[in-house]
């Protein structure tokens, strides 16, 4: 081969190498948007689970609240008497 033939191959091989670099880039680009997307919803999640042990906990506070400020106790379930005609 000759001195121009060795630096056509040289130049192949580089850019062979700057392309399958860039799909590696892109490959690991598309894992990090895929990762934020799921952190996001997970975030959205966790959001929404401690508005519930939120609401849990202050239901749990106001019926303690109402016990011990007010004396008050939770309903007996309500009887029903059917009268006849």
């Known amino acids: 081969m000759t001195s121009g033939a060795h630096w056509i191959v040289l130049g192949a091989v580089l850019l062979a190498g700057v392309v399958a670099l860039n799909v590696a880039v892109l490959q690991l680009n598309l894992r990090v948007d895929s990762l934020g997307a799921?952190?996001?919803?997970?975030?959205?999640?966790?959001?929404?689970?401690?508005?519930?042990?939120?609401?849990?906990?202050?239901?749990?506070?106001?019926?303690?609240?109402?016990?011990?400020?007010?004396?008050?106790?939770?309903?007996e379930p309500p009887i029903y008497i059917q009268l006849g005609n």
Do not use: D, F, H, Y
């Open 38 to 75: 799921k952190r996001t919803k997970l975030r959205a999640e966790n959001a929404a689970l401690a508005s519930q042990i939120s609401s849990a906990e202050a239901n749990a506070r106001i019926q303690a609240q109402a016990a011990n400020r007010l004396g008050l106790v939770p309903a």
